[in-house]
């Protein structure tokens, strides 16, 4: 019996250490990102990122998952309409952080557990008690006091991490039914073959560059014409994508090894992450209002992990929550 518990304690530490190490290379990603974004086409950078991410996936990933057997599926329509919820999820929200504080827009996201709880309501018909309703709300009140609408400080792109936020919790709903019948990876082959899809299709209809010029940075990060990268930005995009494809297997091992429950309060590492690399690369630091907001955001959706654990309900961030960063 002790050796057992010994085991499992091991592989709980296991677990949240990989969970730890998945939020710092998500982290990564979305800094990397960023500090490409006033040179590069994002659909450019994306389709660097994927390609690693995909050439991971099937080397490294798909042997461990069992070898090709691993990718057959039946549904592959739900594939693809996870595979563009994934990829528009990720393009709004790596649009917003062309001109976002990192914290913020980091922040701004991980409210989709919390619309995962509203979502399974109306899409699932499970049912949710006054304390989550009543964190949900707290955590959207989060998002306000994040965004601040109706003063100076809100723009646009502002919303495109909630934008990003409401598309990554269609895509639970759709990982959730495929869980059922598909491997992992085979969920992570098709999103990478989608995000490279889509990021070719993109640079073939606009990567010369024919809409750019408009002198707003965020629609420029979306229409600036795609150049051959510096040597140095080659090994960004390159360590961009490992990034993501580290932080996707390691997420994927650490709810494999332990109860979403244990594994999912440490998923948002990420913030504190997020914080420091704004202050250190992009001298960003939170405001007391956005302190507030963001602590709002963390606490209700934390809060929301722990009480559907509670209630032996399916936890609402049971699938690895960084949407493939």
Not at 118 to 137: D, Q, T
Not at 144 to 169: E, I, N
Not at 255 to 261: G, M, R, S, T, V
Not at 294 to 311: A, N
Request: contains cysteine; neutral net charge; glycine residues 10%.
């Amino acid at each position: 019996m002790g050796v057992r518990t010994a085991i499992a304690g091991n592989t709980g530490v296991v677990a949240v250490l990989c969970a730890v190490g998945a939020a710092i290379a998500f982290s990564l990603n979305d800094v990397g990102i960023k500090f490409l974004s006033g040179d590069y086409a994002l659909h450019e950078i994306v389709l660097g990122r994927s390609i690693v991410g995909l050439l991971f996936t099937l080397f490294f990933f798909v042997p461990f998952a069992g070898g090709w057997s691993a990718l057959k599926t039946r549904r592959p329509l739900l594939h693809l309409g996870r595979g563009l919820a994934v990829v528009c999820a990720n393009l709004i929200f790596f649009a917003g952080l062309a001109t976002l504080p990192l914290a913020d827009a980091v922040a701004v996201f991980f409210v989709s557990p919390l619309i995962i709880t509203g979502l399974s309501v109306i899409m699932l018909g499970e049912k949710v008690g006054p304390r989550r309703w009543a964190a949900v709300f707290v955590g959207l009140a989060g998002v306000a006091v994040v965004m601040r609408p109706g003063t100076a400080a809100f723009t646009l792109p502002a919303l495109f991490p909630l934008v990003a936020a409401l598309f990554y919790a269609l895509l639970h709903m759709m990982t959730r039914r495929l869980g059922r019948t598909d491997s992992a990876a085979a969920m992570a082959f098709y999103v990478q073959a989608t995000f490279v899809v889509i990021s070719i299709l993109t640079g073939l209809a606009i990567g010369d560059g024919k809409f750019s010029g408009t002198g707003d940075p965020t629609l420029e990060f979306l229409v600036r014409p795609w150049i051959w990268p510096h040597p140095e930005d080659v090994m960004i995009i390159l360590a961009i994508g490992l990034a993501s494809a580290m932080g996707g297997f390691m997420i994927a091992a650490a709810y494999k090894l332990a109860e979403a429950a244990t594994v999912a309060p440490f998923e948002y590492v990420a913030m504190p992450c997020s914080i420091l690399w704004g202050v250190l690369v992009f001298g960003d630091w939170p405001d007391v209002i956005a302190w507030l907001g963001i602590l709002m955001i963390i606490g209700s959706g934390i809060f929301v992990i722990f009480r559907e654990h509670q209630t032996g309900q399916e936890i609402a961030a049971e699938q690895p929550m960084p949407r493939n960063r």
